[in-house]
């Protein structure tokens, strides 16, 4: 298990300018970004011990991140 966050600037650092500009122009995916890095900075906290959680929680957690981003990134193949 690796305590690196996964900011969404370092996975997709080609698409940062049209992660910025939907963000401005789509509230939805504006929405999908900040929950994402809501649930990345809780798992990172959880990982790291800052603020443990139980497994189940954590894995829920882990989850919830993935399908937010996977949810991003077909959102940013359809602006595209």
């Known amino acids: ?3 690196t966050p996964h900011e969404l600037a370092e996975d997709f650092p ?3 300018e049209q992660i910025r500009d939907l963000r401005i ?3 939805h995916f504006a929405r ?3 929950e994402y ?3 990345n900075r809780a798992v990172h906290r ?3 011990l800052i603020e443990p959680l139980e497994s189940l929680q954590e894995q829920d957690l882990r989850r919830k991140r ?3 981003k996977d949810e991003i990134v077909s959102r940013l193949k359809v602006a595209s």
Do not use: F, R, Y
Request: proline content about 5%.
């Open 1 to 3: 298990m690796t305590h």
């Open 14 to 16: 080609g698409d940062a």
């Open 25 to 27: 122009s789509d509230p």
């Open 32 to 34: 999908l970004v900040e």
């Open 37 to 39: 890095h809501a649930v």
């Open 46 to 48: 959880a990982e790291t």
């Open 66 to 68: 993935v399908q937010l």
